[in-house]
């Protein structure tokens, strides 16, 4: 049990003792008759919009509608541009460039080395099973004093499955260090999400993203559920004003809209997965096509290299992700509209014919 577990523990030092930037909106948040406080434009905007003041840093609204959703209090909640930034934060608060390490378990979402690598993270890579699962005895073997987070990604992107429950929970309770677990295809589970868990475990940290199933990929909004001290000292070295005001205003209209959509386009989604999937097993060439608990699928198939030339020659692009570790000669295949994904099946019998 990570009972012993202290987040000031790990937090670096220089983060435990930084100032952070007061806004103007810090400072006073009130409604006050004249706001000549943030050396804003008195006007508005240049086309006549109320554009001219700056967003609220902490976006308390949108966060109150999420918890509303997610059944969980805001103090739990951080947003970021895209879960990305959470993924960035926290190696900026936990982990000492050229002194602290990182456990990642490929093949697994790129960002989580690329943001290890720009902030100078050793990454310990220990690699799934040969069944796409998490090797847990050379998980908790691999943790030194200098390990700070451990990634796991569930669903796991490109392999698509959700990672077994029981490995999941060892890691949290016996590594002893901050585990994230992200959940960015959550949604198309049919297993539920960890968030419940956050109250049983300080170390634990949930990712999840409104760039899937939710359709907003293009306003780069990303969820971090964690303890509230975690919440805090992520609030101390985000940028001010991280999550613009059009993104704010946009996404609590659409969440306080009907958000029944978000779960039929779901269901319509991995009606057409579990289709795909059948129908992609009758191409010549498909060898395997594995489980999926996601909004994609991770295909192999003899000669994967040059099927993706030829649907990008014809237009459709696929992700050859052959040349990852365990997957060789596989495509990961995202699940379209069902006249998308019969112009896919269509051209990869074009191809093997
Ligand atoms: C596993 C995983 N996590 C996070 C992300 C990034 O999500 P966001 O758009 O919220 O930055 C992706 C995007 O593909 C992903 O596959």
Known sequence: MSSNFSISNILRSNIKQIKPYSTARDEYSGIALVNLDANENPYGSIDGNAYNRYPDPYQTDLKQVIAGIKNISAQHIFLGNGSDEGIDLLYTAFCNPGIDNTILCPPTYGMYKVSADTNDVKCKEVPLTSEYELDVPNILANIDDNTKIIWICSPNNPTA?????????????????????????????????????????????????????????????????????IISVLNKIKLPYNISGLVQSYALSVLTGDISKKDIMVKEILAERDKLIEVIQTIDGVQKVYRSDANFILVKIANAHDIYNYLVTKGIIVRDRSKIALCNDSLRITIGTPKENVLLIETLRQYTQ
């Open 161 to 229: 499955n959700v990672l077994q429950k029981h490995d999941i929970q060892e890691i949290i309770e016996k590594s002893n260090r901050l585990v994230v677990i992200d959940e960015a295809y959550i949604d198309f589970a049919s297993e539920p999400s960890w968030l419940a868990s956050l109250h049983t475990y300080p170390n634990l940290v949930v990712l999840q993203t409104f760039s899937k199933a939710w359709g907003l990929a293009n306003i780069r909004l990303g969820m971090l559920f964690a303890s509230p001290e």
